[in-house]
């Protein structure tokens, strides 16, 4: 997404609450990386550093883009932005998808808590909140009570394939013919793939 942006003559630096500058993958980031870690509070990502600098540096950006919920970096992002008249946006990266209540019943309980406090307020003062589909947006108020936002489908800001779909298909099975829905043992018109990657992560357990 950031590439995408850039090809629009948009310039983006990445401020992270956990990691470090000597990190490698800091080092080797494509772009700018402001890192502010380690964090605090095990996954919460906490760190005080993250006020200080987008108090002192906030400004010098048109707007912000906060990165996830339930950690430190929408609570602590969102309430400078707020503070400063910065406009921000939120990307949601699927974390208000209904589905997750029923898989993780008692996380979710956990989580209804913070948004009441906190999350739902993040959110709500946001500019927008950025879903990658139609789908996940139409889902997401059904996750929490008493939310309301508004909401923008980003998409997820995956660059193009650099091979032509075709091409790529046809290289794949050149370089996997057993998956092929004409090799031998395999009936016309049946594609094998669910039995082998079966087979594959049997093995690999």
Known sequence: MSAGLEQHAVSVDVLSCTDRAGDSWVTDFPLHVHALGPG???RYGYTPRLRPWLVEHGREYDAWVINGLWQFQSLGAASVARRLGVPYYVYAHGMLDPRGRRAHPLKHLKKVLY???FERRALHLANAVCFTCAEEA????SCFPFGSWNPFVAGA??????????EA???FMQRFPALR???PGTNQGETPWCSRICKVRSGCS
Do not use: M, N, T, Y
């Open 40 to 42: 605090r509070l095990g």
């Open 157 to 166: 800001g995956i660059l193009s394939p650099p091979v032509p779909k075709q």
């Open 138 to 141: 139409r889902l997401a108020p």
């Open 181 to 183: 829905v004409d090799s």
């Open 169 to 171: 298909v046809a290289a």
């Open 115 to 117: 948004w009441i406090l």
